[in-house]
């Protein structure tokens, strides 16, 4: 996971503050923006959690926060349901300008209300995900008992939640009385995923009931079976991001799986893109080799020395295990720690000539764990020298090149 920090600016002029998140192994399939709860800010535990579930399937996700929250700009009480709304609108353009388009919305709680709005105002959106939302924005007046009657009578009123203090101002809750969700998500044409746990007591199971009604298809929901509100419990919100991932590869462009063929073992692709990330088939496997960023690469992979130096660990561990086997002996666990380098020749007859030469440098460390004895141990190591890619590494081999 790479994460960054961003800003852009709303409709209002005024700064948001959020966090980007990328894949570490690859360039961001598609975007998808996140929308908090009530209140809320973009580092809430669930949704860090779900972002980087989203990440790990080779999304890029956008979470910040709303006007007046976390460390964005404004005040919180001249904010509204409708200015929600529009920063979802800005944080998209700024995605579309800056990275790329976002194919999918996840909202939660009421930010689950927000996506279902705002989906109809980004066209690039495919899928929208709700989690714990409720059914009618008006539902978070409950949450504001304590000063709805302060509110109405004075204009405005400072709420307590979560142990905060807010300021809500009536237009806040005069903006609330004219958003009808069902009647958006009725009208919504893009896939929805509805996401409730059936304990949530601060909004009701019922809403997740009454969104999924109002929705065409193609609409699921899936329940959050245990889960309260906040998705408190770390393995609930990193379920919500896998099964999210899953869902919305069904309704998002998703790149297809590299399908190289050859009459080799291995074969290596590289386009014209800038970079060196290269798409390769390695038996009936696939993986992605790379350089490191210093070196103009994106770090997607491992660097073509390493895989050298990898063959060279998995072959020598392997072949210490069939040894082993084979006499019996007690061994638990091998490691191989190997590395490459080039590095000054000692003693040669190049160095005659050229105080420069260097060799070509594996260093290889063996970890055994078992009930081994001292002499046991030194024919291991003798054994490893015998592994068939050290053996190569130290044999004449030739390279045959031909066009094809």
């Given at each position: 996971?790479?994460?960054?920090?961003?800003?852009?600016?709303?409709?209002?002029?005024?700064?948001?503050?959020?966090?980007?998140?990328?894949?570490?192994?690859?360039?961001?399939?598609?975007?998808?923006?996140?929308?908090?709860?009530?209140?809320?800010?973009?580092?809430?535990?669930?949704?860090?959690?779900?972002?980087?579930?989203?990440?790990?399937?080779?999304?890029?996700?956008?979470?910040?926060?709303?006007?007046?929250?976390?460390?964005?700009?404004?005040?919180?009480?001249?904010?509204?349901?409708?200015?929600?709304?529009?920063?979802?609108?800005?944080?998209?353009?700024?995605?579309?300008?800056?990275?790329?388009?976002?194919?999918?919305?996840?909202?939660?709680?009421?930010?689950?209300?927000?996506?279902?709005?705002?989906?109809?105002?980004?066209?690039?959106?495919?899928?929208?995900?709700?989690?714990?939302?409720?059914?009618?924005?008006?539902?978070?007046?409950?949450?504001?008992?304590?000063?709805?009657?302060?509110?109405?009578?004075?204009?405005?009123?400072?709420?307590?939640?979560?142990?905060?203090?807010?300021?809500?101002?009536?237009?806040?809750?005069?903006?609330?009385?004219?958003?009808?969700?069902?009647?958006?998500?009725?009208?919504?044409?893009?896939?929805?995923?509805?996401?409730?746990?059936?304990?949530?007591?601060?909004?009701?199971?019922?809403?997740?009931?009454?969104?999924?009604?109002?929705?065409?298809?193609?609409?699921?929901?899936?329940?959050?079976?245990?889960?309260?509100?906040?998705?408190?419990?770390k393995e609930d919100s990193i379920y919500a991001g896998k099964v999210i991932a899953g869902w919305s590869s069904r309704y998002i462009?998703?790149?297809?799986?590299?399908?190289?063929?050859?009459?080799?073992?291995?074969?290596?692709?590289?386009?014209?893109?800038?970079?060196?990330?290269?798409?390769?088939?390695?038996?009936?496997?696939?993986?992605?080799?790379?350089?490191?960023?210093?070196?103009?690469?994106?770090?997607?992979?491992?660097?073509?020395?390493?895989?050298?130096?990898?063959?060279?660990?998995?072959?020598?561990?392997?072949?210490?295990?069939?040894?082993?086997?084979?006499?019996?002996?007690?061994?638990?666990?091998?490691?191989?720690?190997?590395?490459?380098?080039?590095?000054?020749?000692?003693?040669?007859?190049?160095?005659?000539?050229?105080?420069?030469?260097?060799?070509?440098?594996?260093?290889?460390?063996?970890?055994?764990?078992?009930?081994?004895?001292?002499?046991?141990?030194?024919?291991?190591?003798?054994?490893?020298?015998?592994?068939?890619?050290?053996?190569?590494?130290?044999?004449?081999?030739?390279?045959?090149?031909?066009?094809?």
């Amino acid at each position: 996971m790479s994460l960054s920090k961003v800003t852009f600016t709303n409709n209002e002029g005024q700064t948001l503050s959020g966090r980007l998140e990328l894949p570490v192994d690859q360039h961001p399939h598609n975007f998808a923006l996140f929308a908090h709860c009530f209140t809320c800010n973009k580092n809430l535990g669930a949704v860090r959690n779900i972002s980087r579930a989203l990440t790990s399937q080779g999304f890029g996700v956008l979470r910040f926060d709303f006007t007046g929250l976390g460390e964005s700009e404004g005040d919180f009480a001249d904010t509204n349901f409708s200015g929600n709304v529009e920063d979802l609108v800005a944080a998209a353009d700024f995605l579309a300008t800056e990275y790329q388009a976002p194919s999918l919305l996840i909202g939660h709680s009421l930010g689950g209300a927000a996506v279902i709005f705002a989906a109809t105002k980004i066209d690039t959106i495919k899928a929208v995900a709700t989690i714990g939302a409720p059914s009618n924005p008006k539902h978070v007046q409950h949450l504001l008992k304590s000063g709805l009657d302060e509110i109405k009578a004075n204009g405005k009123a400072v709420v307590n939640l979560s142990g905060r203090d807010f300021t809500i101002k009536k237009q806040f809750l005069d903006d609330l009385e004219t958003k009808s969700l069902p009647e958006v998500a009725k009208n919504l044409n893009k896939a929805l995923l509805v996401m409730h746990s059936p304990q949530d007591t601060t909004v009701g199971i019922k809403n997740a009931e009454e969104i999924y009604l109002a929705a065409r298809h193609p609409k699921s929901f899936v329940t959050l079976d245990g889960a309260d509100h906040l998705l408190m419990q770390k393995e609930d919100s990193i379920y919500a991001g896998k099964v999210i991932a899953g869902w919305s590869s069904r309704y998002i462009n998703m790149p297809e799986t590299p399908k190289l063929k050859s009459d080799h073992h291995v074969v290596a692709s590289l386009d014209n893109t800038p970079g060196f990330t290269t798409q390769m088939k390695v038996g009936d496997h696939y993986m992605v080799a790379d350089e490191p960023e210093e070196l103009g690469g994106n770090n997607y992979g491992p660097t073509p020395y390493e895989l050298v130096s990898a063959g060279l660990s998995a072959c020598t561990a392997m072949t210490i295990k069939m040894y082993v086997a084979r006499k019996g002996w007690d061994l638990q666990q091998v490691e191989v720690h190997t590395s490459y380098d080039r590095k000054h020749k000692e003693d040669c007859e190049a160095c005659e000539d050229d105080p420069n030469a260097k060799i070509d440098t594996f260093n290889r460390e063996i970890k055994l764990e078992g009930d081994l004895d001292e002499k046991q141990i030194a024919r291991i190591l003798q054994i490893a020298d015998k592994c068939p890619v050290h053996r190569t590494l130290h044999s004449e081999t030739q390279v045959i090149t031909k066009l094809v």
